[in-house]
């Protein structure tokens, strides 16, 4: 019981809203679709986010997350530079670019801080200085002994819960409107885990970036007059 807390807990820090990686300053292109008027209200709020993580995430980012775990695991930096490059070239925008480059690197600086992994994952991060937040993300796991799904769920929750806190700062929304929209996530997250397990299995990996109205949103922010978010 007691290291099956001790690894608990460590998947709760992961996923902690307060893992300086700077997650709160970035909206995935939500704020772009509140000032379109895509999103003004909780229930087209909460359809957003929804519809971006269970037709978005979970048809490449998930699986990507998934195959970078299994590739920390077996110490095949070939294969984790392979896939982290591709996940690279597949952002819709720079801004999405920038944004999981920036995450990815302040993760991979707090791993090496805390000593998560060792000299040996601390070698291996040192090798690129462009690691997409995915692949980090799943190295942070697997160097916590963190199973690979329970890993997968924590980062979906992570990117579920900055998207909410946008939310409420740009709608605007009330405090309990964002956490009935995290509610909903509860039965969402598992699902995407589930689709994305069945993805990555695939000979090859079953991945799809097709997501238009994401990325020409995404695209329009970066001249949008008004903004409070980097993305």
Do not use: C
């Amino acid at each position: 019981m007691i290291a099956d807390l001790g690894v608990l807990t460590s998947l709760l820090h992961l996923a902690s809203p307060a893992l300086p990686i700077g997650g709160f300053s970035y909206s995935q292109g939500l704020e772009s679709a509140i000032e379109h008027r895509i999103v003004s209200d909780e229930a087209s709020a909460g359809r957003w986010i929804r519809d971006a993580l269970t037709l978005t995430l979970a048809q490449a980012e998930a699986p990507v997350w998934l195959l970078q775990f299994d590739h920390w695991r077996g110490g095949d930096l070939a294969a984790l530079t392979r896939w982290n490059d591709w996940f690279l070239v597949s952002r819709e925008s720079s801004e999405l670019r920038r944004e999981t480059e920036q995450m990815g690197w302040s993760l991979a600086q707090l791993i090496d801080k805390l000593g998560w992994g060792g000299p040996a994952r601390a070698a291996m991060l040192a090798a690129s200085d462009a690691w997409a937040l995915p692949t980090v993300h799943a190295g942070a796991a697997e160097a916590l002994g963190i199973a690979r799904e329970a890993g997968l769920a924590a980062y979906l929750f992570g990117w579920a819960e900055n998207q909410v806190a946008a939310a409420l700062k740009a709608v605007p929304l009330g405090q309990v409107a964002g956490q009935r929209i995290l509610v909903t996530m509860h039965a969402a997250i598992p699902a995407v885990v589930a689709e994305a397990v069945e993805r990555a299995a695939q000979s090859p990996p079953r991945l799809s970036t097709m997501s238009t109205q994401f990325g020409v949103l995404s695209a329009r922010h970066e001249t949008q007059y008004s903004r409070l978010f980097r993305s």
